[in-house]
């Protein structure tokens, strides 16, 4: 990595020119309330693997952290988040207490996805008042001057949930999946693109899978939940259909495999 800074050190930018074989690595960075970090994980990098593709993946969360969480930990410098990044070996570097800024300015992020608090996701209000600063601050900080900013749509509780952020859909789930659908859709033009791992947990819960995508209340199931988040992200990133594209998820039939397509 090559780093360019001008004389205050006030602006810096890094170039990526390790040479490898393929194309260089795709770098995502996903700064999120707990879910994101399941949705973008190691499923995830198991299919960029599969199809050739060079992919870095980092996560830093705070649970339940809403967008005005994100944007006053950026304001104030908090150190208050979780920090995963996963290399392709599927090595896991795992560290606490990371600053936003910190991370953000660390790697030469090509993509920064975006999260709002499940409990909140189902309201236009936080987008509206937060979503435009986070993005303001990610791009000021970020060390690529074409970064792409995502927004990454939460899925909604299980139908047997009793978490307290249910009662606000009057414990109705299509009423809270419609609340956040309708709600991303709404911030949609702030960002580069909407990554709708909710859309496709709630399409999966339409099948045999029902409620076995997710464990308790709202954490994805490893072997379905993941599998489907991470089939949607790899659409997002990629390009590609993956409907028709022949990717095969080791381990699983190719009715199975079909399925979760």
């Not at 509780?157 to 109705?172: C, M, N, T």
Request: aromatic residues 8%.
């Amino acid at each position: 990595t090559v780093k360019v800074e001008t004389a205050d050190h006030k602006l810096k930018y890094f170039a990526d020119l390790t040479v490898l074989e393929g194309a260089p690595a795709l770098k995502l960075l996903t700064i999120g309330s707990g879910l994101a970090n399941q949705s973008a994980n190691e499923a995830l990098m198991q299919l960029a693997n599969s199809t050739g593709k060079n992919l870095v993946i980092c996560n830093i969360y705070q649970d339940n952290a809403s967008l005005y969480t994100h944007i006053r930990s950026m304001v104030n410098g908090n150190k208050a988040y979780a920090y995963k990044r996963i290399d392709k070996e599927l090595k896991a570097n795992n560290q606490r207490d990371m600053g936003i800024r910190d991370v953000i300015g660390s790697e030469n992020w090509d993509f920064i996805a975006i999260e709002e608090s499940v409990d909140s996701a189902g309201f236009a209000k936080g987008y509206d008042a937060n979503l435009a600063s986070v993005i303001e601050n990610c791009k000021a900080w970020s060390t690529n001057p074409h970064l792409k900013i995502f927004l990454h749509q939460p899925w909604a509780y299980s139908k047997e949930s009793v978490a307290p952020g249910f009662q606000a859909f009057d414990r109705d789930q299509d009423k809270m999946f419609n609340a956040i659908a309708a709600a991303s859709k709404k911030a949609a033009g702030k960002v580069d693109k909407i990554v709708p791992v909710g859309t496709a947990i709630q399409n999966g819960r339409t099948t045999y899978l029902g409620e076995s995508v997710v464990n308790g209340d709202i954490n994805l199931n490893a072997t379905s939940g993941q599998v489907i988040a991470a089939l949607t992200w790899y659409e997002v990133l990629f390009g590609v259909d993956v409907t028709k594209a022949p990717i095969n998820i080791e381990g699983m039939s190719e009715n199975v495999n079909n399925m979760y397509k």
